[in-house]
Structure formats: structure tokens, C-alpha cells
Nanobody
Framework: QVQLVESGGGLVEPGGSLRLSCVAS????????MGWSRQAPGKQRELVAA???????NYTDSVKGRFTISRDNEKDTVYLQMSSLKPEDTAVYYC???????????????WGQGTQVTVSS
């Protein structure tokens, strides 16, 4: 069994910063890609950022230069440092892990429960 648990969401004023964390638990050997997606009310879920175990990153255009994704492979943890936050960043942020090698084999994908980020004055 593999579980992802996010933390770090909350309410922040425009221009502020937040750091999200996501820890994967279970008898995990390695995870190929970890990332963050978000879903705003009335909108489809979108990929925000992703990072491979080798450290290759990609970002959606709207967050480039403002958000930074990083991970600690030893701790099976991924982070999202969000700066210069805008009201349009308001959404539920979901942690995602793909191609998880663990004690029962290979799990294609796993999602966290989500954490709310609200950017408002």
C-alpha cells in the first residue's frame, strides 16, 4: 500500500509565499516522477509541476519563475515552493507520484487527498 499525504496549504495574501510538502509512505523502493496538480472550482485539474528522480523538472507556463519543485529521494518527499502568489493560484493542490516501485511490484500512479491553497486579501 502506498499513500501520499500533503501538507502546507492555507490562506495567503497576494504576493505571498507558501511551501507545500508531500510524503509518500509504504514499502517504497523508488518513485520515478513526483508532481503537483491543482484544481480550481469549475475547472479541470491541471499539472502544475513535476520532477523525476534524476531531477528533471517541468512547469506549466503560468507558474514558471514563481514556483519551484524539488524532492528528497531518500525521504520520498516532494516540495512545491510557491512565491508571488496570485488569486488565480487558488485551488486544491494534489500530490501525484508515477511509476512507484514498491514491495508488491510497480504501482503506475498514486494521488494524495489534496490541500487547499487560497490566495486572497
Amino acid at each position: 500500500q502506498v499513500q501520499l499525504v500533503e501538507s502546507g496549504g492555507g490562506l495567503v495574501e497576494p504576493g505571498g509565499s507558501l511551501r507545500l510538502s508531500c510524503v509518500a509512505s509504504g514499502e517504497i523502493f523508488s518513485i520515478h516522477t513526483m508532481g503537483w496538480s491543482r484544481q480550481a472550482p469549475g475547472k479541470q485539474r491541471e499539472l502544475v509541476a513535476a520532477i523525476t528522480s534524476a531531477g528533471k523538472t517541468n512547469y506549466t507556463d503560468s507558474v514558471k519563475g514563481r514556483f519551484t519543485i524539488s524532492r528528497d529521494n531518500e525521504k520520498d518527499t516532494v516540495y512545491l515552493q510557491m512565491s508571488s502568489l496570485k488569486p488565480e493560484d487558488t485551488a486544491v493542490y494534489y500530490c501525484n507520484a508515477r511509476t512507484i516501485y514498491y514491495s508488491n511490484g510497480i504501482l503506475p500512479e498514486s494521488w494524495g487527498q489534496g490541500t487547499q491553497v487560497t490566495v486572497s486579501s
